[in-house]
């Protein structure tokens, strides 16, 4: 995640009452959202979050997810209780030089695959990663490592181009949806291009697609300015696709 990317820092917050709650599962703090009744327990979805870790947001996210798709939802911590200060959001400036380093792979692994491993020992075969901005990074990892059997992330951070996706096209068993915009540092126009370039076009056999969606930039899937139209479309268009995703792959 580039320091350079003011939109990392930047949002606005939703508004709405969360319906989950926290479980500690595989050692982990979780938020979970479950559906109302019965519901397919062999099969989950993981939500990687971004910056700002259990705001509001992200828990709507969630519940959204799990009432959507009738399965269970997992946020696990992997911000190591940590994220982003929520009046950073307000100010649009925060050091990411000095949070950064507290982030790496090595750190926020560490929280997300016990969770994984626990989710799979209790019966869970199938996995969804949605990974937004922070989040993204972490679910092409996942699909590379054949740990997801899909994924989805909306403007992603730190994802390498082309080692990424030359290592996913290689390695990667998982279906992959983009939620890709106009204005984003993190994935741009040129990363848009090449992610086309090496998984579309039927080149990756698990299944690739991205969605553009113009007049939005990096954030807006999970704290854009909804009361700018296009914004509102970017953010409603691309949760109804992730779940059409999920849908047919998970």
Not at 144 to 172: Q, R, S, Y
Not at 182 to 187: A, K, M, N, S
Not at 225 to 231: L, M, R
Not at 232 to 240: C, H, L, M, R, T
Request: aromatic share 12%.
């Amino acid at each position: 995640m580039a320091s350079t990317c003011d939109d990392c820092v930047r949002g606005v917050l939703h508004e709405g009452e969360p319906q989950g709650s926290f479980e500690t599962v595989g050692g982990i703090k979780t938020y979970v959202s479950k559906p109302s009744g019965d519901f397919d327990k062999t099969k989950a979805v993981v939500y990687l979050g971004d910056i700002f870790g259990y705001y509001t947001n992200s828990k709507l996210i969630c519940d959204s997810f799990a009432a959507n798709l009738g399965v269970a939802v997992y946020f696990p911590d992997y911000l190591n209780d940590d994220p982003v200060p929520i009046d950073a959001m307000n100010k649009g400036t925060f050091d990411m030089d000095s949070w950064r380093p507290r982030h790496g792979a090595q750190q926020t692994r560490a929280s997300l695959d016990p969770v994984l491993a626990q989710l799979k020992s209790s019966g869970v075969t199938r996995i969804a990663a949605a990974g937004y901005c922070f989040g993204g990074k972490y679910t092409m990892d996942l699909a590379i490592e054949g740990l997801i059997a899909t994924g989805m992330f909306a403007h992603p951070a730190g994802i390498k181009v082309p080692e990424d996706l030359d290592a996913l096209l290689e390695k990667g068993a998982a279906s992959i949806l983009v939620n890709a915009c106009e204005i984003d540092h993190t994935w741009p126009k040129e990363s848009q291009d090449k992610a086309e370039a090496v998984l579309g076009d039927g080149k990756y056999a698990p299944g690739f697609k991205q969605n553009y969606y113009p007049g939005c930039r990096h954030g807006f899937a999970s704290r854009g300015d909804i009361t700018d139209p296009k914004v509102k479309f970017g953010k409603e268009d691309s949760f109804v696709e992730t779940v059409k995703w999920f849908k047919k792959y998970l």
